[in-house]
Nanobody, 118 residues
Framework: QVRLVESGGTLVQPGGSLRLSCAAS??????????MGWYRQAPGKQRELVAS???????NYATSVKGRFAISRDNAKNSVYLQMNSLKPEDTAVYYC??????????WGQGAQVTVSS
């Protein structure tokens, strides 16, 4: 099995910045060929896709974070990152790392809490 572990979640003030990291370990099969994504879920709300990055590093963002967040990957480290700038209170959520193989098999991390508050 593939294990995904998020790190970097914390309390941050509105307008601040934060970088989340996700490291893959275990039975990682060609990490470079996997599509990666960040999802988030706020209390009482449905989980939503925040950003994704393909095996060739093409990216896609939710409208709500476009221009503020940036997803990137480092295949040598089996890692994916989410740089979050100009954070807003509505960004408060548990952020989950996701990986998808070429055959459509998906893996999930346990989540990292990000709280944007004064």
């Amino acid at each position: 099995q593939v294990r995904l572990v998020e790190s970097g979640g914390t309390l941050v003030q509105p307008g601040g910045s934060l970088r989340l990291s996700c490291a893959a370990s275990g039975s990682v099969f060609r990490f470079y060929a996997m599509g990666m994504g960040w999802y988030r879920q706020a209390p009482g709300k449905q989980r939503e896709l925040v950003a994704s990055i393909s095996s060739i590093s093409s990216t896609n963002y939710a409208t709500s974070v476009k221009g503020r967040f940036a997803i990137s990957r480092d295949n040598a480290k089996n890692s994916v990152y989410l740089q979050m700038n100009s954070l807003k209170p509505e960004d408060t959520a548990v952020y989950y790392c996701n990986a998808e193989t070429g055959n459509g098999v998906r893996y999930w991390g346990q989540g990292a809490q990000v709280t944007v508050s004064s």
